[in-house]
């Protein structure tokens, strides 16, 4: 497989140094782009993948196509990814979900190592996370959701629709040693449609993904946990303020990558392009409004990153005993 993929990205080379010689292959990018992304439409991944792709199809000069690839905690996707051909037609908008969690043992049947199969052009954005109610359970605060809970045995329900949903999900009930049960969902989407219905209680959501109900009051924000206030949500208290103990940070966040042997040129050029549009005042300003605080930064500090969190990941599963249910 290391030889097969050798090849093709020398290929992919070769058709770039060939492009000004007479006749030669056109030089990348010459055809429609595929972006995949791990998580359902309306997902915070297909957010931050349709106000990027636009700019950089403007700045190739070449359509990018978004490919929505859901499932398995973001692996399916992953795979769709390492399995490609590396020649800069198959990129892939990663989460911390399929680099490092899955990885980590939160998902069974990781097929990839994601140091050795993928190729990093540059970080994209995070985004932090919310405890959200469905607006028929009374309780406003957490420390009265805790309560409630305790007093109601089995009786509640609570969803995860993605890693950072998984994890701060299990953290909160084995800190406080609830009774309530699981229910995983695909992506985000469906998991608030069925959390307003009433079919869940609780979910610990990513903010891009739910800040739109949380406003229309469609459900209802009762902490983050995190160490500060996030902006968007100046009137929901921290965990700290409210007397409770601060999970460890599981903040989601994003990652352009592509297939390992894509040749370092393309890899460059896409780090040069999505570096400049992040730092655009109406890309940035349109993650913010959506929650995502973007993170342009070098090829280098994407890889190092990412083996920095699967470290982190690695002791959050093996201490919680994480699993993706």
Same mark, same amino acid.
């Given at each position: 497989m290391k030889i097969i993929r050798w090849l093709a990205g020398f290929a992919a080379v070769a058709s770039l140094l060939a492009a000004a010689g007479p006749g030669a292959a056109q030089p990348w990018p010459s055809k429609p782009i595929r972006l995949v992304v791990p998580y359902a439409a309306g997902s915070g991944s297909d957010i931050v993948?349709?106000?990027?792709? !636009?700019?950089?199809?403007?700045? +190739?000069?070449?359509?990018?196509?978004? !490919?929505?690839?859901?499932?398995? *905690?973001?692996?399916?996707?992953?795979?769709?990814?390492?399995?490609?051909?590396? !020649? #800069?037609?198959? +990129?892939?908008? $990663? /989460? *911390?979900?399929?680099?490092?969690?899955?990885?980590? #043992? +939160?998902?069974? #049947?990781?097929?990839? %190592?994601? @140091?050795? %199969?993928?190729?990093?052009?540059? $970080?994209?954005?995070?985004? /932090?996370?919310v405890w959200v109610v469905n607006t028929d359970v009374a309780a406003r605060t957490a420390p009265e959701l805790i309560r409630l809970i305790k007093a109601s045995?089995?009786?509640?329900?609570?969803?995860? #629709?993605?890693?950072?949903?998984?994890?701060?999900?299990? /953290?909160?009930?084995?800190?406080?040693?609830? !009774?309530?049960?699981?229910?995983?969902y695909k992506s985000v989407p469906p998991a608030l449609v069925d959390l307003i219905a009433g079919n869940v209680q609780? $979910?610990?959501? %990513?903010?891009?993904?739910?800040? @739109? $109900?949380?406003?229309?009051?469609?459900?209802? @924000?009762?902490?983050?946990?995190?160490?500060?206030? *996030?902006?968007? +949500?100046p009137d929901v208290p921290t965990f700290a303020e409210s007397g409770l103990a601060t999970p460890p940070d599981m903040s989601?966040?994003?990652?352009?990558?592509a297939p390992a042997g894509t040749p370092d040129p393309i890899l460059d050029r896409l780090n040069q392009e999505v570096v400049r549009i992040l730092n655009t005042g109406t890309v940035r300003?349109?993650?913010?409004? @959506?929650?995502?605080?973007?993170?342009?930064?070098?090829?280098?500090?994407?890889?190092?990153?990412?083996?920095e969190q699967l470290q982190v990941w690695r002791a959050i599963v093996k201490d919680l005993n994480l699993k993706a249910e």
């Amino acid at each position: 497989m290391k030889i097969i993929r050798w090849l093709a990205g020398f290929a992919a080379v070769a058709s770039l140094l060939a492009a000004a010689g007479p006749g030669a292959a056109q030089p990348w990018p010459s055809k429609p782009i595929r972006l995949v992304v791990p998580y359902a439409a309306g997902s915070g991944s297909d957010i931050v993948a349709r106000i990027v792709a !636009d700019p950089l199809s403007r700045a +190739l000069g070449q359509p990018i196509v978004v !490919d929505n690839k859901p499932g398995a *905690n973001s692996t399916v996707g992953t795979e769709a990814v390492v399995t490609s051909p590396p !020649d #800069g037609y198959t +990129l892939g908008l $990663m /989460t *911390n979900a399929g680099l490092v969690a899955s990885p980590a #043992g +939160l998902t069974g #049947g990781v097929r990839y %190592d994601p @140091a050795k %199969d993928l190729g990093y052009a540059t $970080m994209v954005g995070s985004v /932090t996370y919310v405890w959200v109610v469905n607006t028929d359970v009374a309780a406003r605060t957490a420390p009265e959701l805790i309560r409630l809970i305790k007093a109601s045995p089995g009786k509640f329900n609570y969803a995860s #629709g993605n890693t950072g949903g998984i994890a701060y999900g299990g /953290t909160i009930k084995n800190t406080y040693q609830l !009774d309530m049960t699981h229910v995983p969902y695909k992506s985000v989407p469906p998991a608030l449609v069925d959390l307003i219905a009433g079919n869940v209680q609780v $979910m610990v959501a %990513d903010v891009a993904a739910s800040l @739109a $109900m949380i406003r229309s009051g469609k459900v209802r @924000a009762i902490g983050v946990p995190t160490a500060q206030r *996030n902006p968007l +949500l100046p009137d929901v208290p921290t965990f700290a303020e409210s007397g409770l103990a601060t999970p460890p940070d599981m903040s989601g966040w994003w990652v352009l990558v592509a297939p390992a042997g894509t040749p370092d040129p393309i890899l460059d050029r896409l780090n040069q392009e999505v570096v400049r549009i992040l730092n655009t005042g109406t890309v940035r300003s349109a993650l913010l409004q @959506a929650g995502i605080v973007p993170t342009p930064s070098t090829r280098q500090h994407a890889v190092q990153y990412q083996e920095e969190q699967l470290q982190v990941w690695r002791a959050i599963v093996k201490d919680l005993n994480l699993k993706a249910e």
